[in-house]
């Protein structure tokens, strides 16, 4: 791609963010003719430096008008696509009220490689369905990949869907978790129902 190999120009008072993604995802992130990683300093007003050969990305004003904001969520874009979401998913986490969290199973349940693989079964589920369920029922995207799950969707939700998995993680049962999302969903829905209603 065209910005890669280049000396990143400063802009004064303003600092770069730097960050390291895997070498499988290097691809995904620049895309087919640096379209996406085109369009993603298009939207967020930044300049991104890729060393392909490394992993390391550097994300920098494209003028003095960039906000810490756009720097941060062109930041976030980059973090969804090295945890495994593909560009139209991780697209999401640009929304000015979408969070992208991320939970590491090894700080749960350590490193062992067979523990990961059976807790990493149990949150996607046969055929995907636990995970499909889970981001269903909280309106939420959830990659899972490495040794960490990804969560992109707005504050609460994300944070539902998080807790869901911990519980999973935990070794609760898949259908006392979609219990436990069925209320917590049920609630946050309630309330911004209210919310809607008194504003109006």
């Keep these: 791609m065209s910005e890669e190999r280049k000396v990143p120009r ?6 770069r963010l730097y960050l390291k993604v895997p070498l499988d995802r ?18 967020t007003r930044t300049k991104i430096f890729v060393d392909s050969q490394n992993g ?3 994300i920098e004003p494209a003028s003095p008008n960039t906000t810490p904001f756009e720097l941060l969520k062109a930041q976030d874009f980059i973090k969804a696509i090295a945890y495994g979401f593909s560009p139209d998913r991780a697209e999401r986490v640009l929304g000015e009220d979408q969070v992208l969290i991320v939970i590491d199973l090894k700080q749960h349940i350590g490193p062992n490689p067979s523990h990961l693989t059976r807790i990493k079964g149990r ?26 799950v990804a969560i992109i969707g707005d504050y609460e939700s994300a944070n539902a869907a998080r807790e869901a998995i911990e519980l999973l993680i935990q070794g609760r049962q898949h259908s006392t978790v979609y219990k436990y999302l069925d209320r917590v969903m049920g609630r946050i829905k309630r309330r911004a129902m209210t919310e809607l209603w008194e504003k109006y």
């Design 10 to 15: 400063t802009i004064p008072g303003v600092s």
């Design 56 to 58: 390391t990305v550097i």
């Design 26 to 43: 290097i691809g995904v992130l620049i895309g087919n003719r640096g379209e996406v990683i085109r369009k993603l300093m298009e939207r």
């Design 123 to 148: 949150i996607i589920g046969e055929k995907g369905k636990a995970r499909k369920n889970i981001e269903e029922m909280t309106g939420t995207y959830i990659s899972v990949y490495g040794d960490h």
